[in-house]
C-alpha cells in the first residue's frame, strides 16, 4: 500500500496537537459532516471495544476532499490490527455502512477502511510510527474521543474459591 498524500505537514513542532474550530459550513455540508463525524465516533466504538491504542479522530473536511473525517488507531500485533480491523467493519456494516473498499488484510500490518466520508486506519506500532498521519495533519482539528465502555458485572466478576 502506498503512503496517502496529505494536505498540510507539520511545522515541525513536538507540541499535541491542538483542537481548532472548523471552519463555518453551509447548512447541506455541516449536515454531512455530522453524519460523518456520528460514522467516525462508531468506528472509533469499535476499536476501543477491540482495545485498540492511540485512538485519533481528526476533522479533515475543511482541508480535504475525500473525506471529513480520519480515524487513526493501533493493534499490537498483526492479530490485533485485523481483528480490530474486521470489528470496525462488522459494526459500521451492522449499522447501514459498509466500507466501500478495504485494504491490508490478510498482512494486518496497516489496514485501511474507506466509508466514503469516513477512512478508518489501523496501524501496527511501526506502521503508524513511519506514516505519521497525526504529524501529517497536525494542523487539523481533533474530536474528542468517546468513553471506553465499563466492564459489565460478568467481565468483572472474578471467582473466589
Do not use: N
Not at 40 to 63: F, M, N, P, S, V
Request: proline content about 7%.
Amino acid at each position: 500500500m502506498s503512503q496517502p498524500s496529505a494536505h498540510k505537514k507539520s511545522s515541525g513542532s513536538s507540541e499535541p496537537p491542538e483542537t481548532v474550530d472548523p471552519e463555518p459550513m453551509d447548512p447541506e455540508t455541516a449536515a454531512r459532516v455530522a453524519q460523518s463525524r456520528d460514522l467516525a465516533l462508531l468506528a472509533a466504538r469499535a476499536g476501543l471495544d477491540k482495545k485498540c491504542l492511540g485512538l485519533e479522530i481528526i476533522q479533515i473536511a475543511a482541508q480535504a476532499d475525500y473525506a471529513d473525517f480520519l480515524v487513526l488507531m493501533v493493534g499490537t500485533s498483526d492479530r490485533h490490527v485485523g481483528s480490530i480491523a474486521r470489528s470496525v467493519d462488522e459494526e459500521l456494516s451492522k449499522a447501514g455502512h459498509p466500507p466501500s473498499t478495504v485494504e491490508g488484510l490478510p498482512r494486518a500490518d496497516w489496514v485501511l477502511l474507506d466509508f466514503f466520508d469516513v477512512v478508518v486506519h489501523v496501524f501496527s506500532e511501526s506502521a503508524r510510527d513511519l506514516y505519521d498521519l497525526s504529524g501529517l495533519w497536525m494542523d487539523a482539528s481533533r474530536i474528542p474521543l468517546p468513553a471506553r465502555s465499563a466492564p459489565t458485572d460478568a467481565q468483572s466478576a472474578t471467582v473466589d474459591r
